[in-house]
Every structure is written in structure tokens, then in C-alpha cells.
């Protein structure tokens, strides 16, 4: 663990730190243990695991279950890098039993509380370095709230200690495994303790704390729930990136065709020619949102010169392509069409223009736009021979 981090070092570091995951607590304040509430699609427990497990340098965990969690959930949490271990009566029982588990490699150990899901691998990183370089380390915050010392039998203020001292200490706590070795043998019939740096502290080892974040919370009361969902909730989203797609086509405007514009049918007494419907709307949004997939143009799944796609209705090119959304964990943002047209004439039906096209891409119409202009009746289109469409997409991409 010297510095964040060449590639080739990586493994070598892994195989010196490893983690105790204390999840065996009877949760009284939440009316029953907290460690399997769901939370945001798993459980409490399985995202402190995760964070654990996407932190390469961890190459090892202990993960400390009560009795009955062990036999429920422990064969399904258990890995190759997970080894599954019953509690002991107390917090410090059961970071003994799992510092017992630990394999011979690890030199540096982190001890983290089961209940704080939102522990990220960059945190429990900093601490375990920290630990490597200095011997003791613990994940903490700057206390934001003046403090008072009152009295605990009748509540009057005694003092207001100097704020700027005082850290609140979370987890993952990390020690060099002697140390943590000495603190827990020197202080074994220790019960009570709320961490493990306290007997560390004690038995005479200097420990540092590492600035990790506010959002590193306990799950200990109910509304602690709450906030967990929406911080992971506001982390899922992100992890996705804005992308930009445009789109252009054009066709002809003839006699003895349908003018489809949009996904709707409007009466004027001439139609666009082409393969499909000549829908140009849809096509050139289509092709908006597949370049902002960076998936080419809809020429290459609906090849014109296939004679099956004659006549296609050109919903249901947007159809495939709402797949290909799907499938790459998109959404569409926002649409904004400009339509090129000498006649008809499109601002009258502006509103039945937005309407189909948000609803041919499932989209609310807040989200799409639809404007026209003519072209001063200059070249073909100017002269009513062809009308064609302009498209800008913005995707909303899962990274
Ligand atoms: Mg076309």
C-alpha cells in the first residue's frame, strides 16, 4: 500500500489486508436486526459487503453473522473471498471471533460495522493505508453540531467543549494486526467497549483518523433507512453520463402518397416517397438516438434495398430502436426536431406533432419538441419537392 495505484502492485497488496465484517447485532432500536432490512434492492448488510468486495486490495473478508443469519444467509454470502462466521454475545465476542478467522497472510485488518452500507472502496482505501503506514487508523467525521455537556440526571449545560477537536468515529476502524492482536488479548474480558480503538488507545497505540464522509451512516434508527435509500439512490444516478445524438433525413414529396409525419397521418394532397411510410420525423429522430448509442443509423437494420421492409410503418423502426435504449440501460432525455417544410404549412399542428411523437417514444411531452421552417422557397424544398427533418437526442447512458 503505497499510493493509489499501479496496476501490477495491486496484487501483492491484496494478499496483505484483509476485513472483519461485524453484522450480529440484535438491532433493539429498529425492533429487530437491521443488517437484512432491504435497502435500495439488497440488504443492509450485502452493500457494506459489496463496497468491501470492490476494494481489490481486501483480499479477504470475515463476515460475523448471528445464529440464525448464519444458517439463512451465510451459504449464500459465502465466496471464495468471503468466509461466513457465527457472532460472540458482544460486539467485541464477535470482532474476536472473526479476527480468529482471519487467514495468515493479512497484516493489515479493517473492522467495519455490518450496518454502515454506504462505505465506499475509496474510504475503506484511505483507511487501510493510513493503518499500513501508521499502525491505527480510523474512518471518522468532524463533528457539525456545537457540543454541550449537560448533566445526565437533570439536563442542565455544565459546558460547550470546543467543537473543533471533536471527530465522530464510524468504520471501517483498521489496524496493523499486531496491534489489533495486542488490544484485543490485553483487554479480553472487555464487554463493553462501542470500538475497537478505544482498547487500542488503551493499551497504548497512538491512532489517526481519516477524514471518510458524512454519508457513511449507521442504519441504527428507522429514518436512518430513509436517508440510505435516497444517498444510494443519488449514487446510482450518477453513475450515468448525458450523450448527444443528431439525426437529418429528407424525401421526397409526391402525389398519390399519405404525408406521415411523426408517427401521425395529417391530410395534405401529397406524401413522402420511400421504402417505408417516409415518416422523415421519425427517421432522422431515430437516427438521433442512435447516434447518441453510437449504433449507426437505422439504414443499417432496416436496409432499404430489403424488399421485407417494403411499406415498413416507421413506428415500428422506432420500436427496435427503443430496444437497443433498453438493452444498453439508456433513456431518452430529451427530442428536439426541426422540420423543414415549404408546404404544408406545420405550425398549426405543432401540438398533434409533439403528441404522437412523444408517445411513439414512450416519452412525456415535456420532453419533446417539435418546430418547423420553411425554406424562403429557395431550392427543392423550397419548391414543395421534398420536406426534411433535423434531430437532436440527448440520452441519459448507465456508465
Ligand atoms: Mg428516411
Redesign the pocket.
Known amino acids: 500500500m503505497t499510493g493509489r495505484r499501479k496496476p501490477q502492485e495491486a496484487e501483492e497488496r491484496r494478499c496483505k489486508a484483509a476485513a472483519i465484517l461485524v453484522a450480529g447485532g440484535s438491532g433493539t432500536r429498529m425492533g429487530g436486526p437491521k443488517q437484512f432490512l432491504p435497502l435500495a434492492g439488497k440488504t443492509v448488510v450485502e452493500w457494506s459487503l459489496k463496497a468491501f468486495l470492490d476494494t481489490p486490495e481486501v483480499a479477504s473478508i470475515v463476515l460475523v453473522l448471528g445464529p440464525e443469519d448464519l444458517l439463512e444467509h451465510g451459504p449464500r454470502l459465502a465466496s471464495e473471498r468471503v468466509r461466513v462466521v457465527e457472532s460472540g454475545q458482544t460486539r467485541m465476542g464477535s470482532v474476536r471471533n472473526g479476527f480468529a478467522a482471519l487467514p495468515d497472510q493479512a497484516e493489515v485488518v479493517a473492522v467495519h460495522d455490518g450496518a454502515r452500507p454506504l462505505v465506499t472502496p475509496e474510504i475503506i482505501y484511505k483507511t487501510l493505508f493510513e493503518a499500513c503506514h501508521n499502525g491505527a487508523a480510523v474512518a471518522a467525521v468532524p463533528v457539525k453540531d456545537t457540543l454541550k455537556e449537560a448533566d445526565p440526571k437533570d439536563c442542565w449545560v455544565e459546558k460547550t467543549p470546543p467543537r473543533e477537536r471533536f471527530w465522530q468515529a464510524q468504520t471501517p476502524q483498521c489496524y496493523r494486526r499486531s496491534i489489533l492482536a495486542e488490544a484485543l488479548s490485553r483487554f479480553a474480558a472487555e464487554k463493553d467497549a462501542t470500538d475497537e480503538s478505544q482498547l487500542v488507545e488503551r493499551a497504548g497505540h497512538r491512532v489517526k483518523v481519516v477524514l471518510a464522509g458524512y454519508e457513511n451512516l449507521k442504519i441504527t434508527t428507522p429514518e436512518d433507512l430513509i436517508m440510505a435509500e435516497a444517498l444510494l439512490e443519488a449514487r446510482e444516478k450518477m453513475k450515468h453520463e448525458t450523450r448527444v445524438g443528431f439525426g437529418y ?1 429528407i ?1 421526397r414529396l409526391v402525389e398519390g402518397r399519405e404525408l406521415w409525419l411523426a408517427g401521425t397521418k395529417l391530410k395534405h394532397p401529397k406524401g413522402l416517397l ?1 421504402h417505408s411510410d417516409g415518416d ?1 420525423v421519425l ?1 432522422a429522430a431515430c437516427d438521433a438516438v442512435l447516434g447518441a448509442l453510437g449504433e449507426g443509423e437505422i439504414g443499417i437494420a432496416f436496409p432499404p434495398e430489403d424488399p421485407s421492409f417494403k411499406g415498413i410503418e416507421s413506428r415500428r423502426i422506432v420500436a427496435s430502436v427503443l430496444k437497443k435504449l433498453v438493452a444498453r440501460g439508456a433513456e431518452v432525455v430529451n427530442l428536439d426536431v426541426t422540420i423543414v417544410s415549404q408546404e404544408p404549412k406545420l405550425r398549426p399542428h405543432y401540438g398533434e406533432l409533439k403528441k404522437s411523437l412523444a408517445e411513439t417514444f414512450g416519452l412525456e411531452a415535456s420532453r419533446v419538441n417539435v418546430k418547423a421552417k420553411s425554406n424562403e422557397g429557395l431550392d427543392a424544398i423550397g419548391r414543395g419537392e421534398a420536406l426534411a427533418c433535423h434531430a437532436v437526442a440527448t440520452l441519459s447512458l448507465k456508465v
Do not use: I, L, P
Request: glycine share 20%; aromatic share 0%.
Open positions: 433525413d424525401h420511400g422523415a427517421h
